[in-house]
């Protein structure tokens, strides 16, 4: 038997973490990365709430998230391969103008 | 004793990756660290039970999401910025605060319960049963937004050569 809030506390620590990853990396694909793992932190407290309720509904939000975390992937991956043709930069520092 | 024993040893693994990826300076180190962040994860969703979100955890993100990550990364090497110094001074303790004020809260002032190993099995014929009969719209609307993510990155990761040609051809 385990303690849920220590299901909660790694997730909270997980959110920090790409919180963290958020503000200090200048590459936009670390960027990315955090975005995911801060993902992931919700997830594990979606899953750790469904079994303290007992309900499945939680664990069919992990599987929306999941859905949506794919196309924001997809999506947001060929926005950087998009800006990374038109300034050859990934640097998020560098992209600082909407107009070249 | 033995879902404390598998707790601890794959949120350490988890917490590990993911303090990696935020102190390795080259991407495809972060991206690996990810996927070692993902994997436990899922054995984390396995210990709740949650085996359908623990196998399409590993398929979606460590397998599809990952990949498209590591794809990209061939960009070469890039010049190290220091970024904006507010992110540091500010950012990172109120990140740090927030984090300690919430573990505290979980931790001292919340009753969540316990936890056997499996707390709630979600077979994927429960899961489904729920998906296509109360979750049937919201299903039915992720499947409009995956096909409007999908033509937009093709639209946009598409060469803007290419497109001429289509349009000429067209």
Known sequence: MVPLSYYLVLSGILFACGVTGFLIKRNIITIFMSIELMLNGVNLSFVAFAARWQQLSGQVFVFFVMVVAAAEAAVGLAIIIAVFRTRETLNVDQVNLLKL | ?170
């Open chain 2, 1 to 170: 004793m033995l879902h404390l024993i598998l707790f601890s040893v794959f949120g350490l693994v988890c917490v590990a990756g993911a303090v990696n990826l935020l102190l390795q300076r080259h991407p495809i180190n972060s991206a690996l660290s990810l996927v070692v962040v993902m994997g436990s994860l899922a054995v984390e969703f396995l210990l709740l039970g949650a085996e359908f979100v623990a196998a399409i955890q590993v398929i979606v993100y460590a397998g599809a999401v990952m990949v498209l990550l590591i794809m990209l990364l061939n960009a070469g090497v890039e010049e190290q910025t220091s970024g904006s110094r507010v992110a540091w001074l500010l950012g990172i303790p109120a990140v740090l605060a927030g984090m300690v004020i919430v573990c505290w809260a979980l931790l001292e002032r919340s009753d969540a319960g316990r936890a056997a190993i499996g707390a709630l099995p979600g077979h994927p014929a429960d899961i489904a049963q729920l998906l296509f009969h109360q979750f049937l719209l919201p299903f039915e609307v992720t499947s409009i937004l995956v096909l409007i993510a999908i033509m937009g990155a093709v639209v946009l990761a598409a060469r803007p050569e290419s497109v001429e040609r289509t349009k000429k051809e067209g």
